[in-house]
């Protein structure tokens, strides 16, 4: 097994071209980032970036805010194909809303495999503040209800959402 580190492009303010030196420079494996959603050009210009450093890329989704769960799964399914565009390693999404049903956001990770499926491109699913992952103990009944459910730990975001005052 070999272990990939990745830089990821939040809070970056360079040049994108300027980034990618720096990324490589400092020896890491590959980005993970969103790709622009409807600018075919400028995705294409960004992964030619990261292709040509010889870079790893993984594709993080992240934008799908539709508070319509309707539209939301359909937006979720459509950016998800943006990301496939660039062949990414995998995708890490923040998929759902915490205020989604479980069978809502389990409807959701159903996509996300049928898409797995269909492209080839797996997608884990990111322990978020906000989405149907936003803590360890709702997150286990969805891995209790799928045992093959894969999720990303952003542990940081689990710590912020179960944090309290202890006043309870």
Same mark, same amino acid.
């Given at each position: 097994?070999?272990?990939? *580190?990745?830089?990821?492009?939040?809070?970056?303010?360079?040049?994108?071209?300027? *980034?990618?030196?720096?990324?490589?420079?400092?020896?890491?494996?590959? /980005?993970?980032?969103?790709?622009?959603?409807?600018?075919?050009?400028?995705?294409?210009?960004?992964?030619?970036?990261?292709?040509?450093?010889?870079?790893?890329?993984?594709?993080?989704?992240?934008?799908?805010?539709?508070?319509?769960?309707?539209?939301?799964?359909?937006?979720?399914?459509?950016?998800?194909?943006?990301?496939?565009?660039?062949?990414?390693?995998?995708?890490?999404?923040?998929?759902?809303?915490?205020?989604?049903?479980?069978?809502?956001?389990?409807?959701?990770?159903?996509?996300?495999?049928? *898409?797995?499926?269909?492209?080839? /491109?797996?997608?884990?699913?990111?322990?978020?503040?906000?989405? *149907?992952?936003?803590?360890?103990? /709702?997150?286990?009944?969805?891995?209790?209800?799928?045992?093959?459910?894969?999720?990303?730990?952003?542990?940081?975001?689990?710590?912020?959402?179960?944090?309290?005052?202890?006043?309870?």
């Amino acid at each position: 097994m070999k272990l990939n *580190f990745l830089c990821p492009v939040w809070g970056n303010k360079l040049p994108f071209d300027d *980034f990618v030196a720096r990324v490589k420079g400092a020896g890491y494996d590959g /980005i993970e980032m969103s790709l622009r959603f409807g600018d075919d050009a400028a995705k294409r210009r960004i992964l030619k970036s990261i292709f040509d450093a010889e870079l790893l890329y993984v594709g993080q989704h992240w934008e799908t805010v539709t508070l319509d769960f309707e539209q939301h799964k359909n937006e979720y399914v459509r950016r998800l194909h943006n990301l496939a565009d660039g062949k990414p390693l995998l995708i890490d999404s923040q998929t759902g809303k915490d205020f989604f049903t479980f069978d809502q956001n389990m409807e959701l990770v159903k996509l996300a495999r049928a *898409f797995s499926k269909e492209t080839g /491109i797996h997608v884990v699913h990111e322990t978020h503040r906000g989405k *149907f992952t936003f803590a360890a103990h /709702i997150t286990e009944q969805f891995l209790l209800a799928d045992p093959d459910l894969r999720i990303g730990a952003d542990f940081s975001h689990w710590c912020n959402v179960a944090e309290s005052l202890l006043e309870n």
